[in-house]
C-alpha cells in the first residue's frame, strides 16, 4: 500500500477546518444543530477486513539500492534494531513501546529482526525506478512467508510516485513456491521533496511556515526516512496483503500510521508536529530513543484499544 503524502494529508484537514471555522462565523438562526455537527470530532476507526497479520518472529531483509554512507545505514538499522529491542522496551519514550501498540491488532505480537542486507551501488536498474522494478529487487532474496524485503534508495534514485503521491510503500508478491511475499520501499527525499517527504525537520511547501525541527541524527534526509520507515512498517504488519487494518479505498487506504498522518505529540495540528522532546546541546527534537541511545522522531500510530492516534509523549 502507498503511503500517502503526509503533507498532503496535512492540507486536507487544514482546508476542512477552515471551511469549519468559517460557517461557523456566520450568523443564523436555522439549524444550529446542524451546523454543530460539522465540528463534532468523529472517531477514528480502522477496520478490519479479516484477512492475514503479520504475526511472530518476522525477518526484514534490507537492500540499499544506490549511495549510502556507513553512517546513513547506521541510522536506519539501529532503528530497525530499536523496535524489537528488549533493553528498553519498559522505557514509556522507546521505540519498542511505540512498537507495541501493533499487538492490540488481532493475532498478537510482532518482533522484527534484521537480516540479510544487499548494497547496489551500481544502480543496476538504473536511476529510475518503477512498481516493477521494486518487486524485481525483492525478489533477489529467497524468501518465505515470515521474511520481508525493505528496499531503501537513495536520494539520486527516482521512484514512480515519489513526492507525487507517496513516501514510501509496502505491497506484496508471489514466491518462487507461490507463497505471498511481502515488501516495503522508502526513500531519501533530501534532494526531490524534502518539504514533503522530510517534513517535520524541513519546512513544508505549502500551508503553515512554522519553523523546521532539527533532525535527531543531523540528517534531514534520513531521519526523514526513518518517519517513512515507521508508517511503512506499521502498515504492513497490520495490512499486509490489502485485506487487513485500514480506512478507506484498498487502492488509497489510511493505515495504522497513516491515518495519524502529521500528528508526534500532544497538541499537534495542521502545521505544528506536536509537544516533543528537545536535546539542549543541539536542538534536536525528538521523542523516542532506541538502541544505542540513538533518537528517532516517530510519528502517532492508531490505537485499537481507544480508536484514537497514539503518541508516546
Given at each position: 500500500m502507498a503511503i500517502l503524502n503526509p503533507f498532503c494529508l496535512l492540507l486536507f484537514f487544514l482546508l476542512l477546518s477552515t471551511c469549519c471555522v468559517s460557517n461557523l462565523s456566520k450568523p443564523t438562526s436555522r439549524a444550529p444543530n446542524r451546523i454543530l455537527a460539522l465540528v463534532q470530532k468523529q472517531p477514528l476507526v480502522l477496520k478490519y477486513h479479516k484477512g492475514t497479520l503479520l504475526k511472530g518472529n518476522i525477518t526484514l531483509h534490507l537492500f540499499w539500492y544506490g549511495t549510502f554512507t556507513s553512517t546513513q545505514r547506521s541510522i536506519l538499522i539501529d532503528f530497525v534494531q530499536s523496535l524489537s529491542s528488549a533493553s528498553s522496551s519498559h522505557t514509556p519514550s522507546s521505540v519498542s513501546s511505540w512498537w507495541r501498540t501493533t499487538e492490540s491488532y488481532r493475532g498478537g505480537p510482532c518482533t522484527l529482526v534484521v537480516g540479510n542486507q544487499t548494497l547496489d551501488a551500481n544502480y543496476s536498474l538504473g536511476k529510475s525506478l518503477n512498481t516493477s522494478n521494486l518487486l524485481s529487487l525483492a525478489s533477489k532474496v529467497n524468501s518465505d512467508a515470515h521474511e520481508v524485503h525493505v528496499i531503501m534508495t537513495s536520494a539520486d534514485v527516482a521512484v514512480e510516485d515519489f513526492c507525487m503521491n507517496q513516501c514510501g510503500t509496502h505491497g506484496w508478491g508471489k514466491s518462487k513456491h507461490g507463497e505471498r511475499v511481502a515488501y516495503a520501499w522508502v526513500g531519501n527525499a533530501i534532494a526531490q521533496c524534502p518539504g514533503q517527504c522530510a517534513w517535520p525537520f524541513h519546512q513544508p511547501v505549502y500551508g503553515?511556515?512554522?519553523?523546521?525541527?532539527?533532525?535527531?541524527?543531523?540528517?534531514?534526509?534520513?531521519?526523514?526516512?526513518?518517519?517513512?520507515?515507521?508508517?511503512?512498517?506499521?502498515?504492513?504488519?497490520?495490512?499486509?496483503?490489502?485485506?487487513?487494518?485500514?480506512?478507506?479505498?484498498?487502492?488509497?487506504?489510511?493505515?495504522?500510521?497513516?491515518?495519524?498522518?502529521?500528528?508526534?505529540?500532544?497538541?499537534?495540528?495542521?502545521?505544528?508536529?506536536?509537544?516533543?522532546?528537545?536535546?539542549?546541546?543541539?536542538?534536536?527534537?525528538y521523542n523516542a530513543v532506541g538502541v544505542r541511545g540513538r533518537k528517532f522522531l516517530l510519528p502517532a500510530m492508531w490505537d485499537p484499544l481507544s480508536s484514537s492516534c497514539k503518541t508516546l509523549l
Open positions: 503553515p511556515q512554522t519553523p523546521p525541527l532539527v533532525a535527531p541524527n543531523g540528517d534531514v534526509g534520513v531521519d526523514g526516512m526513518v518517519i517513512n520507515l515507521a508508517t511503512v512498517l506499521a502498515g504492513l504488519v497490520t495490512n499486509p496483503f490489502e485485506d487487513g487494518y485500514y480506512q478507506g479505498p484498498p487502492s488509497a487506504p489510511l493505515e495504522a500510521v497513516s491515518a495519524c498522518a502529521g500528528i508526534f505529540g500532544k497538541g499537534a495540528y495542521p502545521g505544528y508536529a506536536g509537544n516533543v522532546l528537545v536535546e539542549k546541546p543541539t536542538g534536536a527534537s
